[in-house]
């Protein structure tokens, strides 16, 4: 198993550009999650899936958009690039039972200048 | 809203010293985990603690769940230079669908 994959690995973009930043796993979890990461903070979920076609807003969704027509893959849309949106972007999944645990994507990092 | 702290925010220490991290909820959570981030990578789940009082060790790490079930904590014993990253908590509280985390601590270790 690859667990989860995330493209690109680095982006550079400029304000209002837009770009999709791809997620997939092939555990067939059916919860999928996208953070964002600032330099030396947390994590802040942005959009989270519970399975295909069901997403739900998490605690910073403005100036997103996801999708989830597949298990697999979970795409983050990124429409009116902003300097604010500079940070490192992880897709984590989990299975829906059991252990809770949270199996994390290599990140994106993504620089809006 | 609910809300895990977790402090220290930064720790150094050198190599060989004890570590602790302690993390707090305001509501009661059904179980917490901790993850450890090193630097420039992503979060690795490192344990789960369901049960109130619950104790876990992992080699030089030991785990803690509060018996309330609001606050835990994570001590590393005799510090390695391997040990240096960012470790997070992160909590279900009852809605198991999202994880509430904590900012984390960033521990350096100085050889």
């Known amino acids: 198993n690859a667990g989860v994959t995330q493209t690109p690995k680095f982006r550079i973009l400029k304000i209002g550009q837009s770009m999709t930043l791809q997620c997939t796993q092939d555990?067939?979890?059916?919860?999928m999650y996208w953070y964002r990461q600032d330099p030396g903070m947390g994590l802040k979920l942005i959009y989270y899936?519970?399975?295909?076609?069901?997403?739900d807003k998490g605690e910073v969704p403005n100036g997103y958009n996801v999708s989830r027509s597949t298990t697999e893959d979970f795409p983050l849309r990124l429409e009116l690039a902003a300097p604010s949106q500079t940070s490192v972007y992880f897709c984590a999944s989990r299975p829906t039972s059991g252990r809770e645990t949270q199996y994390f994507g290599p990140g994106t990092r993504l620089l809006v200048l | 809203g609910q809300q895990v702290m977790q402090i220290p925010q930064y720790q150094h220490v050198q190599e060989g010293e004890d570590f602790t991290t302690y993390c707090n909820s305001s509501t009661t959570l059904s179980n917490i985990q901790w993850y450890k981030q090193r630097p420039g990578g992503h979060p690795v789940f490192l344990i789960q603690?369901?049960?109130s009082g619950e104790v876990k060790k992992q080699k030089r790490l030991t785990f803690q769940f509060g018996e309330a079930k609001k606050n835990s904590s994570l001590h590393i014993t005799a510090t390695q230079t391997t040990d240096v990253g960012t470790y997070f908590c992160a909590g279900n509280a009852g809605n198991n669908r999202k994880l509430i985390w904590g900012l984390g601590t960033s521990l350096a270790v100085n050889p």
């Open positions: 555990m067939n979890h059916n919860y």
């Open positions: 603690l369901v049960k």
């Open positions: 899936s519970v399975g295909a076609g069901i997403t």
